[in-house]
């Protein structure tokens, strides 16, 4: 009764993360990485592997949610492929090669770095007067040869933390690159896709000679927890797309800042607490 319990617990996380994900180009792992935690420490997983754990399941899961949702933004042409294609080359070497220093040390002081970044965000997104439905997109020159630089940092949050990087990925898209804060999201959405599945692979790799005695696992993943709350994801993600569609830029805006102030209290306080 118990397991069935938490199945059902893991599919609903699912549901959350997956609209998350899908209205504002994020991963998820930001909401899924805390909850594994607080979660795994109750099924009595050993200490020391409950954080490779939740970053792997999240991983997994984050990478269904963000394949769900870019698609649903490339067939309603909120993305802009070039872009897209470049960091997600760069963010594929930077999750994969990353993941393997980041499994030997504490990820504290870049979740710090993210941290102070996201507090200036939120103000710029909050207080940005200049928003409309109809943002005129002016692309700058520079956006492609920025892009690889973006895609490594974006590969680097997914390797260290377990998140996919949209929360720094489409601020830096609208407000450097000069994409339209839609079209931020959508291509984020597809970015990401690329650091998530690099980052997952070698979280699979490395975990497949550690001694563990959790079952159902492959590799860091934890099956049990990743595939209903992957499934939950699935579902929801395209949602999360359509709502991108259907609202003012705006109130997009607005949204997605509250969003990052939540996110930016979270880390804070994996930080610090």
Same mark, same amino acid.
């Given at each position: ?8 617990? $893991?599919? +609903? ?6 609209? /998350? ?18 979660? &795994?420490? %109750? ?11 939740? /970053? ?41 090669? +990353?993941?393997? /220093?980041?499994?030997? %040390? ?7 770095? !993210?941290? !102070? ?21 002016? /692309?700058?020159?520079?956006?492609? %040869? ?28 609208? $407000? &450097? ?25 070698? $979280? ?5 000679? !550690? ?10 993943? $934890? ?10 994801? %699935? ?7 359509? &709502? ?22 979270? +880390?804070?306080?994996? !930080?610090?607490?």
């Amino acid at each position: 009764m118990i397991e069935i319990i938490s199945l059902f617990g $893991y599919f +609903l996380l699912g549901l959350v993360v997956g609209f /998350i994900s899908g209205a504002f180009g994020i991963g998820g792992g930001v909401v899924m990485v805390p909850s594994f935690l607080f979660f &795994f420490s %109750l099924h009595d997983f050993p200490s020391d592997l409950i954080p490779k754990y939740a /970053i792997g399941t999240s991983l997994f899961a984050s990478m269904l949610a963000s394949s769900s949702g870019s698609y649903k933004h490339y067939r309603n042409k909120n993305v802009y492929p070039p872009i897209a294609a470049v960091s997600g080359i760069f963010a594929i070497l930077s999750g994969y090669f +990353l993941s393997f /220093i980041a499994l030997k %040390l504490k990820p504290e002081i870049i979740k710090l770095i !993210v941290s !102070v970044v996201l507090i200036f965000v939120t103000i710029r997104l909050i207080s940005d007067k200049d928003s409309n439905e109809d943002d005129v997109e002016e /692309i700058k020159n520079f956006a492609l %040869l920025v892009s690889p630089i973006l895609g490594i940092l974006i590969g680097a949050l997914s390797a260290f933390a377990g998140i996919g990087g949209g929360i720094i990925a489409v601020p830096i898209l609208h $407000y &450097f690159l000069g994409l339209n804060f839609k079209r931020a999201i959508g291509t984020s959405s597809l970015m990401i896709v690329f650091s998530i599945a690099s980052a997952m692979i070698s $979280y699979i790799i490395n975990g497949f000679n !550690v001694q563990s005695p959790v079952s159902f696992t492959l590799g860091y993943i $934890y099956l049990i927890a990743g595939i209903p709350a992957g499934i939950g994801t %699935l579902i929801t993600a395209r949602l999360g797309a359509n &709502f991108v569609i259907r609202n003012e830029t705006k109130h997009l805006k607005i949204l997605f800042g509250i969003l990052i102030f939540i996110i930016d209290l979270m +880390l804070l306080f994996d !930080v610090f607490c």
